[in-house]
């Protein structure tokens, strides 16, 4: 089981960002998973996460973002999209996904989750 993250890149402030998270060799819907970025200097941080299944999940959002951010499943493209609307420059980071079938919702804690992508770099300037 793999995942790989998309959708990172420049975006000026105020913009909007749709990150995607792709899974393969499993199905997706069975996962927990979360977004998760790190800034340089500062410690990673969960942003959202969803709860496995494919109807009524449960969801987090950091409070940095709740408000302006949805975490969502795409079953048919077996992808968990993140979008970030009004980005503020304390949004640039690497953002990761991560996924674990082992919790129904595994929630903020990193430890909880066994399988991780590569990071996306959010860059938000003008």
């Known amino acids: 089981f793999q995942l790989q993250a998309f959708g990172g890149g420049l975006v000026q402030p105020g913009g909007s960002l749709r990150l995607s998270c792709t899974a393969s060799g499993g199905r997706f819907t069975d996962y927990s998973v979360a977004w998760f970025r790190q800034a340089p200097g500062k410690e990673r941080e969960a942003v959202a996460c969803?709860?496995?299944?494919?109807?009524?999940?449960?969801?987090y959002y950091v409070d940095s973002v709740k408000g302006r951010s949805t975490i969502s499943r795409d079953t048919a493209k077996n992808t968990v999209d993140l979008q970030i609307d009004s980005l503020k420059s304390e949004d640039a980071a690497a953002y990761y996904c991560a996924a674990t079938n082992q919790w129904r919702f595994a929630g903020t804690s990193a430890s909880l989750y066994d399988t991780w992508g590569q990071g996306t770099q959010v860059t938000v300037s003008s």
């Open positions: 969803i709860s496995s299944g494919s109807g009524g999940a449960s969801t």
